[in-house]
């Protein structure tokens, strides 16, 4: 059993984020680990934006893959959510991956 652990790195703008949110995100890209597992590091943005007075949360995240770069970015009230929608759109972008390295082989 090969357990490999990818680079993670978590950037807050303008705020610092705390253990459960760093938690909470380390937990959910670990997990994109099962969809495609040549991860070799991921970087994730946070940031907060104005947006007529209500602030909207930016989450971004950047996986690097042999060969390619994997970016999502999502805006939504809460950084829980926008994490989760972020997750579930990069794991569709590395099974898409994965169906097209299987075809090709």
């Given at each position: 059993l090969k357990i490999k652990h990818m680079k993670i790195t978590?950037?807050?703008d303008q705020f610092k984020?705390?253990?459960s949110?760093?938690?909470?995100?380390e937990k959910k890209v670990i997990k994109l680990d099962h969809y495609y597992d040549k991860i070799i590091d991921?970087?994730?943005i946070l940031k907060?934006?104005?947006?007529?007075?209500?602030?909207d949360i930016v989450a971004e995240r950047i996986l690097n893959i042999p060969g390619d770069t994997i970016v999502s970015?999502?805006?939504?009230k809460t950084f829980e959510s926008?994490?989760?929608?972020?997750?579930?759109?990069?794991?569709?972008?590395?099974?898409?991956?994965?169906?097209k390295m299987r075809e090709t082989n």
């Open positions: 978590i950037e807050a984020a705390d253990v949110l760093t938690e909470f995100i991921a970087h994730v907060l934006e104005n947006a007529r007075q209500v602030k970015k999502e805006t939504n926008a994490i989760d929608e972020g997750v579930d759109n990069i794991k569709r972008q590395l099974i898409k991956r994965k169906e």
